[in-house]
């Protein structure tokens, strides 16, 4: 355990975990590329492919030479507009003069949190949340499938659906999920869309939303990385994938990204799905990787 455990943070660090097609409920609905056996393989190589876009791309020096084609702009927050902590040398600037030309700004994110979150953030920073139209997040969306809203208008996840009806979990009338989190509103993220932290064993769904700690309901059962190291954390999130991928538990991975763009690539949920695919795939669960987005999304 330890042993894949230390593997699986040496690769999430470097960002070698490959993240799962499943993880995108909006990815596209086409093929996958072509494999080497295809005819046009060729043609849809990496290198053959960053060659064709560079061919047609338009270089500029900022968004002052394209800003009076379009009407409206989406943003995303982190790494596009601050770094967590700061902004980016002239991202205040830019959105209020933005603002002032009339275009419509829509703030689209993948963070794990809700958007009162982000627009929290967005205020600690300097820059104006009504400067926007919309802010978006996929902590929103998942909270709100996790809820049930009817009313989202994106690709309903039939395994979350079922469980949200009563089907396909325990039969206990409870909705339960184990849950992979930030360590920051976990429990409460959970309760208001209607669900109960519970222990892998019982869990009817996965969450993972966050790194930082793992969470079965019991306070004082809480593991946390930064408390209790490392080793331990990984050692427990190992176990916890083997326990659940055995029973076959679906997962709901409310940010997709495999790493964090700060100093040594830390691992974000995306690398956690990646690795409970694996797990499932070990434990018979599901027999090819196409299969995965029956169980984790």
Same mark, same amino acid.
């Given at each position: 355990?330890?042993?894949?455990?230390?593997?699986?943070?040496?690769?999430?660090?470097?960002?070698?975990?490959?993240?799962?097609?499943?993880?995108? &409920?909006?990815?596209? %609905?086409?093929?996958?590329?072509?494999?080497? %056996?295809?005819?046009?393989?060729?043609?849809?190589?990496?290198?053959?492919?960053?060659?064709?876009?560079?061919?047609?791309?338009?270089?500029?020096?900022?968004?002052?030479?394209?800003?009076?084609?379009?009407? &409206?702009?989406?943003?995303?927050?982190?790494?596009?507009?601050?770094?967590?902590?700061?902004?980016?040398?002239?991202?205040?600037?830019?959105?209020?003069?933005?603002?002032?030309?009339?275009?419509?700004?829509?703030?689209?994110?993948?963070? %794990?949190?809700?958007?009162?979150?982000?627009?929290?953030?967005?205020?600690?920073?300097?820059?104006?949340?009504?400067?926007?139209?919309?802010?978006?997040?996929?902590?929103?969306?998942?909270? &709100?499938?996790?809820?049930?809203?009817?009313?989202?208008?994106?690709?309903?996840?039939?395994?979350?659906?079922?469980?949200?009806?009563?089907?396909?979990?325990?039969?206990?009338?409870?909705?339960?999920?184990?849950?992979?989190?930030?360590?920051?509103?976990?429990?409460?993220?959970?309760?208001? *869309?209607?669900?109960?932290?519970?222990?892998?064993?019982?869990?009817?769904?996965?969450? *993972?939303?966050?790194?930082?700690?793992?969470?079965?309901?019991?306070?004082?059962?809480?593991? %946390?990385?930064?408390?209790?190291?490392?080793?331990?954390?990984?050692?427990?999130?190992?176990?916890?994938?083997?326990?659940?991928?055995?029973?076959?538990?679906?997962?709901?991975?409310?940010?997709?990204?495999?790493?964090?763009?700060?100093?040594?690539?830390?691992?974000?949920?995306?690398?956690?799905?990646?690795?409970?695919?694996?797990?499932?795939?070990?434990?018979?669960?599901?027999?090819?990787?196409?299969?995965?987005?029956?169980?984790?999304?």
């Amino acid at each position: 355990v330890a042993s894949a455990a230390a593997a699986f943070a040496a690769r999430c660090r470097h960002g070698t975990c490959a993240r799962p097609a499943a993880l995108s &409920r909006c990815r596209s %609905s086409g093929p996958p590329l072509a494999s080497s %056996s295809d005819s046009t393989a060729s043609e849809l190589t990496p290198t053959a492919a960053a060659s064709a876009t560079f061919e047609t791309m338009e270089v500029i020096s900022g968004l002052r030479a394209i800003a009076p084609r379009h009407d &409206r702009y989406l943003l995303d927050m982190w790494g596009v507009m601050h770094d967590g902590k700061t902004p980016y040398p002239g991202a205040l600037e830019t959105v209020s003069r933005l603002c002032d030309a009339n275009k419509k700004m829509v703030i689209l994110s993948n963070s %794990s949190k809700r958007v009162g979150n982000a627009v929290r953030m967005l205020e600690k920073l300097g820059f104006d949340p009504d400067d926007f139209v919309e802010v978006i997040t996929s902590g929103e969306v998942s909270h &709100r499938m996790l809820s049930g809203d009817a009313t989202l208008g994106c690709e309903v996840w039939e395994v979350l659906t079922n469980l949200i009806n009563g089907k396909g979990g325990k039969g206990s009338g409870e909705k339960k999920a184990f849950v992979f989190g930030s360590g920051d509103g976990d429990v409460e993220y959970c309760k208001t *869309a209607g669900w109960t932290v519970s222990s892998v064993q019982d869990a009817d769904l996965i969450i *993972a939303r966050g790194t930082f700690t793992i969470d079965c309901g019991d306070p004082d059962a809480v593991v %946390s990385k930064l408390r209790d190291g490392e080793e331990a954390y990984f050692a427990a999130l190992d176990e916890a994938l083997k326990a659940a991928a055995k029973r076959g538990v679906p997962m709901l991975v409310t940010n997709p990204d495999r790493v964090r763009p700060d100093e040594g690539l830390p691992p974000m949920p995306g690398a956690i799905g990646d690795a409970y695919e694996r797990a499932l795939l070990s434990a018979g669960s599901i027999e090819t990787a196409e299969e995965a987005p029956e169980l984790v999304s």
